[in-house]
């Protein structure tokens, strides 16, 4: 079974509008992290944002949220206010237990556009 | 802002060469990883590194794979014998001892095999 999935292959918004990306995961492990990754054409890995298995609120970094349902196993990442710059392939990940030895698993990835 | 740094950005090598691809971590971590990526594809996980062993390595990370931390700076992937489907980018990482997760990735060193 998948670990990470984003069931989006694409999404399209308008610029300055919001838009959710989905991800949900699946893990027995009460320890974890999730991540969401920013990979413009260039191809360099961003860190946008981080939840931890244990945090009581939802994470926030400027323009991004992470709207995480623990219950529903969900990790949504909100993206406020879309810029033509937004436009990138997004990636959301998984590290369980083993503290930081613990690999991060990948989604397939949501393919974001900004339209003007 | 410190950062994890690869080299080269770009190597083309021949089928069956052997490659070594460079990262310099961020100075204060303890923990590195390797993950690569085929064009088109997700992030996928190579090996795990922590005081100077592999602490998990994935069914991908075969006996043509090494890593090594020569020196108190470097970490290195060395491919042995390369193959065509050995071309991706591949991304080191590292993270700090600490109860988080953050994970900081370099900006990748693209693989070709020719």
């Known amino acids: 079974a998948q670990k990470i999935t984003q069931t989006q292959p694409g999404m399209f918004v308008q610029e300055k509008e919001a838009v959710t990306l989905d991800c949900t995961y699946d893990t027995s492990d009460p320890s974890y992290g999730l991540f969401w990754y920013k990979q413009p054409s260039s191809g360099e890995m961003i860190f946008l944002i981080y939840q931890g298995s244990y945090d009581q609120q939802n994470a926030t970094e400027g323009r991004y949220s992470l709207n995480f349902q623990k219950a529903r196993k969900s990790a949504n990442l909100v993206i406020s206010a879309s810029q033509l710059g937004d436009s990138a392939m997004y990636f959301c990940a998984m590290r369980e237990g083993h503290g930081n030895a613990g690999k991060s698993t990948f989604g397939d990835g949501t393919t974001l556009t900004v339209k003007p | 802002e410190p950062e994890v740094t690869q080299t080269p950005s770009h190597q083309v090598t021949q089928m069956g060469q052997e490659v070594i691809l460079r990262c310099v971590p961020i100075?204060?971590?303890?923990?590195f990883y390797w993950y690569r990526q085929i064009l088109g594809q997700k992030v996928e996980f190579l090996v795990s590194?922590?005081?100077?062993?592999?602490?998990?390595k994935s069914e991908i990370f075969d006996d043509q794979f090494s890593v090594e931390r020569p020196d108190g700076s470097n970490f290195t992937l060395k491919i042995r014998s390369t193959k065509l489907e050995d071309s991706a980018m591949y991304f080191c990482a590292s993270s700090a001892e600490s109860s988080s997760y953050e994970q900081y990735f370099g900006p990748g060193t693209r693989l070709t095999v020719t």
């Open positions: 590194f922590y005081n100077n062993e592999i602490s998990e």
């Open positions: 100075s204060n971590h303890l923990y």
